[in-house]
């Protein structure tokens, strides 16, 4: 008969990640949380909190989401085209399954202004969503709304940052 005995160490509860809702302002934990991103070509890790006082758009994204990776060029420009007031994040999660590897390749094809946080494990919880792309608009703290690409345009920004009219989606033509 064999014996065994061994010592078994509980793991320290870690706490439960709930489901955010539009209208919630995000509590400081959102800020200072650190993320692995990937930006200029190189991994880092980073938090939110420079990000706090601005618009904030995070995108859920996959590397084999064809209406996801065609978007990143129109993000860019839109993001350089209201200086420090709006930042574009694209947010990778592990349900993907996508690797670092095929991030990096992805991101050598579509520009050097491309940041993404690779690898989450918490904000596809927080801001939960059953497709991708996936965009949640942050501003000033506050979780204003969740929506598809077609809402990511000029007029809504302005509208948000009190320049213009409410919140619209495009109008599809044929």
Known sequence: MLCLNFKVLAQVPVAEIKPLRVGNTLPETFWNQTFDVYENGKFAQQTLAAYKDKLLILEFWATWCSSCTGKYKYLNN????????????????????????????????????????????????????????????????????ATGGDFVQQANIDAVLGKKQPLKASVQTH
Do not use: M
Not at 79 to 98: A, F, H, M, W
Not at 119 to 145: C, E, M
């Open 78 to 145: 839109l993001q350089q085209s209201y200086g420090g007031q709006l930042k574009v994040i694209l947010v990778n999660s592990v349900s993907t399954r996508d690797t670092k590897e095929k991030i990096a390749k992805n991101a050598g094809r579509l520009g050097k202004n491309y940041c993404t946080i690779v690898l989450d494990t918490t904000l596809y919880k927080q801001f939960s969503h059953t497709t991708v792309p996936h965009f949640i608009w942050i501003n000033n703290g506050r979780w204003l709304a």
